[in-house]
Structures are given as structure tokens and as C-alpha cells.
């Protein structure tokens, strides 16, 4: 018997993992600044990295080690309140000997230990504060993530976690994780990381493969304002010890569903907690030719600041739907396309049906939304893109000046 | 001698050309709604159009008519309140019946008119309204422009015209114009038109050769929001009323230079009105090896919600300049980028001088502000876009429930 249902915790609720959250300092508000998480021995390990061409120094430094260990992991050490971005050899520097430190701690190489940041760019990162954090993390290490989830959020206005175990013929296993969103309530923050472990027995290679499947309508299907950051790093870790193991033949699916959840749980929590957002919107676009056109579409739409203002002032204004889709630069046909906002049809066939508009900006009042364009093109494939309102409270936030 | 100086005026600063601005009840609040331009004899002709795939009615009927008579244009007619976008094989009606009453009394054909809309898309425009309009406003016509100026505005702080005369060595032309921006206060609108005028003597091939170039860095390079309407248009005449012809071998470079400067004024115009916006801010991509590539870095920065929001703030976020950089698609070098907030340097050759940072602050106050990112590729390319800073007034001004 298959299935996936939610269990309590986060990155330690898969067997064989351990995990702290810590203060070193690094935040001047001595909030919890590192986590660390541990795998009782070596696991197998999958990342996905920014594609922003201005990569932080631990995004290089991890990338560079996972390739070196070929996806064998013992200890993955975050940082919150620094980036480590844009700062030069002397933050590389940081990055690499942050890894050796924890590795002689841990007793691995260096190369088995992954490093990521988040927090102000340009700041140098103090590798003593680090290292002075990494030595009570190592005492910390516990089966509770909790202070984990915190130690690794910035103005997050809460921790992220979720975890569930997944039923599969040969056994169950266990997927978690935490997430941090993209609070830039103390400006030059813009990080999105997630970390999720599973207890399930797989190759780095295949855990790779899932974690990207995972990611492709979860992770890389959310938007808050368009800009990708120079750290974003989604790392999961599987340590074997559930027994079931995973392989492209057996079992794959049901590790894709395992992480999708998880995933999906952490990106909407990302999304809702949005600098000044007060509402979840699900995109979808459907009647496209090709997944590629649908996602295309549907980030325009997602990204628009008419669409995002408009659904914060609960302004059915399907015309700027119409407009985005249509400079999207996918094929669009006006005389077929369809315009949903909830259960309401706005436009459909070239004719709009204003006189639904009132029924449509009740449905707007909700805080959880769903927003469907039919390309028109007659095409099988669609995309969700998932994104929050644009607020006077985001511009409050992001318009503070930060010295 | 060759030069282009400003003079007083607009859409009629050049001869041959009369215009007028009337009321025709298409804007409940009774503002003028109705603008035409009638050059004293067919004149050349030459437009711009929108490249959003959904186009309203009076765009693809305007583009028609251009192609039929090889650009000679008649009249051009123009309403605001109403885009007549997105209003069916009705919108197409009304847009033809438009062109065929003005030709009509103006006397020439149908397809030397040229229409154009600006309002709320969605909505049906009232031909009974249009054409008393049209008849009011051929009593109007006269050479002062500024009436047309006004009855092109939705919500524009205020009208927006510019004129020039260019002299060359065959004597002296004028170049003049009038432009409506993307004023979303009611929201639903998001057009920009413009109309431009010249007693040169030119080709209609010719003149839509020098409003592409003199568009490049102007309509072209300006952004308030990323969302390009339904509607926009940009419409050359040229009367040839100075007697001083212009080709491709002759004088071209004083035409183009004379819409140039005309194009960019107005352009200005629009950003500075932008909704809510405090700030003109000048982005500019140099290090580029191409054009394109300096201008989708430029674009990518001044659409940043990030960057537009530092700026309103008037933080000196220059790791968010260099994040959109990063992510703009262009070749990117970080380790000799450089990032330049009007005087101040504050990030060269991978290193950032954060000390700088409170001289940038001070240089943000200002209202007209330059920024310049260098890519650091090492190419001879560059380009400037020009945006607006980012409010919590645009938020309220786009929300505003319409209905």
C-alpha cells in the first residue's frame, strides 16, 4: 500500500539525522545565527544551486565539494545574518575553512561538508564567530530540528518545517525538511534555502533526479518579487536508515511524491510569508503547446505589478491578466482565450463578462486564491506558478535604508 | 549650421498641421476625450505599434490602414477613457466606423485616418459619442496644440508636449510632439501614446526608419512597471510644410536628432509621471559587448522591484543592483564589475567600499538620479533605461478596486 501522509517535525524527523540551532553572535540581535545538521554517518547528498551568474561564496564552495565527494555528505553548517556574497577571496576563504573546521569536528573531510549563508551581501562573514558556533552546534546536536528551522531564518516571520513518511511495498521511509523565505525586511536579504533529509536508501545520482523533479513545481515554481539571489540552495540529504531503498526502478515515484510534499509545504510557506504579503495566489496557466510555455506565462502573470497589486486591492482586473499573458512571448490567441478568478469566468472568446466582476472581487477577499488564463492555443499543457500581493508594507519594508 | 533647439508648443509647433481637444462624454467626469490631428494636406506617415500579442482594435486597424496607404495619413483621431481592447469583432466595428466618419469629413479615405485609444480595456467604445466628438473637433482645429494635449490624458499629472526646430544646411524644420503616459490611477489603464509631427519633407519610409532609431533610446528605453499595454502607439506625420527635404542621404541624421530629442522629452515626461513615482533614475549598462546585452542588463535592473524600492527608500542597496545583473541573462564578470550610484563608487573589482555608502545615501535624495553598472565583460557596449522609483502611493493608486 502507497501514500504519503504528514507526520510532525522537519529536518530531523527522517531517521539518522541530528541537528542544532545556536547563537554565535552573528546576528547583533543574539538570535539564533547557525545550524547545523549532522547524518549519523555519511549521507547521500543532492543540491540545487542559484542560477544567478553573482554566486555567494558558499554557493561555490558547496558545489565544488559536492562534485569532489560525488555526493557524499557528513555535515551541512548554515549561517544566517551574512551572506558571504561579494566578498572577494577573503569570503571563499571563510567559506572553505568554515568546512574544515566542522570537518575535523565531525570527523570527515572537508569536501564532505556542505556551507550556505544568508544575510547581507557584501559583509565580510567572521570565520572565529562561525567557528565558535559550529563547536556548541556540535554539542547541541539533537533529534529535535527546531531550533534548527529558526537558527536559519532572517525576518522570516516564523520557522519553517514540515515532514511526512511515505508508504511504499518495501517499507515506509521519511522525508523532511526546513525552509527560510525571502525576508528583506533588513534589506540585501533575499535568500531562499531549504533543507531536506530522508531516511530512505538512495544514490546520490537518483536523489539528484527526484530532488529536481521535486523542485520544478515546488522550489522553482513560487515568486515573491522576480529577483533570484546570489545564495538560494535547496540541499537534501538521504541517510538509507529507513532500509527502503530507492533506485530509478523501484520506488522512485514514491521518493518524487515524498519530497514533492515537503517541498511544496516549504514553498508555500515561503510564499505566504512574503515581505508584506497578505495573500497566497496560485497562477495557472493552461492551454499551452508546451510545459516551457505554460511556466513562461505563468511567471509574466505572477510577476506583474498590476496582477499583484490589483489582487492586493481585491480588483477583479482580468485585463491585466490579458496583457501580461500577452506579452509574455508565448503564443496567445485573444479570440479563445479564458480568464478564471475562482469559480468566476471574466473573459472568455474574445468577450468579456464584466457583469461578473462583483462575484469575482468577493472571491478576492479570500487570502488563499486561485487565478486560471487558457492560453487559447487549444494546447494539453499547463503550469502553476504560486505567488503573494504586492502591499504598501513590501515597499515600507524594502525601501528602508539599511546603514 | 546645424542644431536643434527647443521652441514653444507641441503636435502643432510644425506647420502644416491643426489640431484640437474636445469633450464627448466618454469620461463621465466631462474632461476633454476626444483629440485629432489633421494635417493641411495628406501628409507622411509613419507608427509604432505595441508588441503585446493581444492588441485592441484600434491598433490592428490603425496598422491596416498605415500599410493600405503607404503612409499617408489624413487625420488621426484619438480617444481616452475607453481602449476599445478586448471588445471583439464590436471593438473592430467600432474602431473602422471611427476612421470612416472622419474621412468622411475631412474628405479623403477611409484608410488615411488613423485612430487610436487609451482607457479602460474591456469596455465598449460609444460610436454615437465618438462621432459627435470628431464633429466637434473639426470645428475646433486650430495650430495651438495644447487642447489635443489635454484630451490624450487618463490620468497623467499633467500634459506632455515638446517641440523643436533643427536647422540644416537646406534650412530649418520643426519637430513636435504630444504623449500620454501609463497613469493607472484609474486603474486599467496602461497605454502611452504619442503623436509627433514635422514640416519635413520626407518619405514615409524614410520617416519610419528615423522614428525606429530615435525610438531605440527613448520610448523604447523607458520603463514604469515592466507591463507594456494593449494600446500603445507612436504616430509620425510629416508635412513637409519647411520645404526641407529630408532621404536617407540628406539631412537624415538632423531628422532623426529632431524626433530624438522631441521622443526623449516626452518619454521623460512619462516616467517622471509615472503612478506614485518621486524619481527619475537613469540606469545605465556599460562593459557590454553588445547593445542588446547592456540593455537587457539595463531593463533587468530598472524593472527590479528590489532596486525600485531602494531607490524610493533612498537606500544605497548596490548588492541588489549586482544581484539583477546577475540574473539579467548577459555575461557577467563580478570580479571586475563595477557599481556607481551617481558619483560614488561602491563595488569595483569584486570588493565593495561599503564606507561610500553613507555619500550615496545623500546623492539619493535627489529626484533625477544616475546609476551605472558595469558589467565588467570588457565590451565597448552600453545602454541607458530610464525608470521610476517604486511607492507605496503605485500600490495604491494599482489596487484600487475598479468596479
Same mark, same amino acid.
Request: negative net charge.
Given at each position: 500500500m502507497s501514500g504519503v501522509a504528514d507526520i510532525p517535525g522537519g529536518v530531523t524527523a527522517a531517521r539518522g539525522f541530528r541537528a542544532a540551532g545556536v547563537s554565535a553572535g552573528i546576528k547583533a540581535s543574539g538570535a539564533l545565527d547557525i545550524a547545523l545538521i549532522v547524518p549519523d554517518a555519511p549521507a547521500a547528498g543532492a543540491a540545487l544551486f542559484t542560477t544567478n551568474q553573482v554566486q555567494a561564496a558558499p554557493v561555490t564552495v558547496s558545489r565544488r565539494h559536492l562534485e569532489r565527494s560525488e555526493g557524499r555528505v557528513a555535515a551541512v553548517i548554515v549561517n544566517s545574518g551574512c551572506a558571504n556574497a561579494c566578498t572577494g577571496q577573503n569570503g571563499q576563504l571563510v567559506a572553505e575553512r568554515t568546512a574544515h573546521y566542522v570537518a575535523e569536528r565531525v570527523g570527515c573531510q572537508p569536501h564532505e561538508v556542505l556551507v550556505a549563508s544568508t544575510g547581507v551581501i557584501g559583509v565580510d562573514l567572521a570565520l572565529a564567530k562561525v567557528q565558535a558556533g559550529a563547536d556548541r552546534a556540535m554539542q547541541a546536536l539533537s533529534t529535535d530540528g527546531a531550533a534548527a528551522a529558526r537558527a536559519i531564518? /532572517? /525576518?522570516?516571520r516564523g520557522p519553517k518545517e514540515h515532514a511526512v513518511e511515505v508508504r511504499t511495498p518495501d517499507g515506509a521511509f521519511r522525508v523532511g525538511g526546513i525552509a527560510k523565505g525571502a525576508g528583506m525586511i533588513e534589506p540585501m536579504m533575499a535568500t531562499m534555502l531549504a533543507f531536506v533529509t530522508s531516511d530512505a536508501q538512495v544514490d546520490p545520482a537518483v536523489l539528484h533526479h527526484a530532488l529536481e523533479d521535486a523542485a520544478a513545481t515546488t522550489f522553482n515554481a513560487i515568486t515573491v518579487d522576480g529577483d533570484s539571489s546570489t545564495n538560494d540552495t535547496v540541499v537534501a540529504l538521504a541517510s538509507g536508515a529507513s532500509g527502503v531503498h530507492v533506485s530509478k526502478d523501484r520506488n522512485y515515484g514514491d521518493l518524487v511524491s515524498g519530497l514533492r510534499v515537503v517541498c511544496h509545504s516549504l514553498a508555500m510557506q515561503i510564499v505566504r510569508g @512574503?515581505? @508584506?504579503? /497578505?495573500k497566497l495566489v496560485a497562477i495557472r496557466v493552461s492551454g499551452a503547446s508546451t510545459t516551457d510555455a505554460a511556466r513562461q506565462a505563468a511567471r509574466t502573470i505572477a510577476n506583474s505589478l498590476l496582477v499583484k497589486t490589483a489582487v492586493h486591492g481585491g480588483d477583479p482586473n482580468w485585463g491585466r491578466l490579458v496583457a501580461a499573458a500577452g506579452r509574455s512571448g508565448v503564443p496567445f490567441d485573444l479570440s479563445r482565450a479564458l480568464v478564471r478568478i475562482g469559480p468566476v469566468i471574466l473573459f472568455r472568446n474574445g468577450q468579456p463578462h464584466d457583469g461578473e466582476a462583483p462575484r469575482a472581487a468577493d472571491y478576492l477577499q479570500g487570502n488563499e486564491l486561485e487565478i486560471e488564463v487558457n492560453l487559447g492555443t487549444g494546447g494539453p499543457a499547463s503550469f502553476t506558478v504560486w505567488t503573494c500581493d504586492l502591499s504598501a508594507e513590501y515597499v515600507r519594508i524594502n525601501g528602508e535604508y539599511r546603514t
Open positions: 531564518m /532572517t /525576518t522570516d @512574503g515581505e @508584506g504579503a /497578505t
